[in-house]
């Protein structure tokens, strides 16, 4: 079964705005819809997928990793919702 993975506008407008600095994201982007259409809940342990702690629903529940660019989430029902991209700064560790 294959997950609807849809975007929200504030994501649109972030992906658009970090793309327009760092084209390798477009490569990461269409890696991680492939993952979330395949597991989003990533029940197979394949994807480095997780369930932010202390997060409400609405506010981007799961995050996956690619790379340097973090993707927020959520999942309702069956439809995959894309709320926030961004970017782990080099300096961060």
Known sequence: ??????ATSRFDRE?????AHHRE?????RGVLAALK???HNRGGRYPIKKLQGVQ?????YRIRS??????YD??????YLKACSL????TY
């Open 25 to 29: 994201l477009l490569e990461h982007y």
């Open 57 to 61: 629903a609405g506010d981007g529940q």
């Open 15 to 19: 992906m658009k705005k970090l793309a």
């Open 38 to 40: 395949q597991d989003p």
């Open 88 to 91: 782990r700064r080099e300096d």
């Open 67 to 72: 790379g340097r660019f973090r993707f927020r």
């Open 1 to 6: 079964m294959e997950f609807p993975v849809l």
């Open 75 to 80: 999942i309702e029902g069956q439809s995959v």
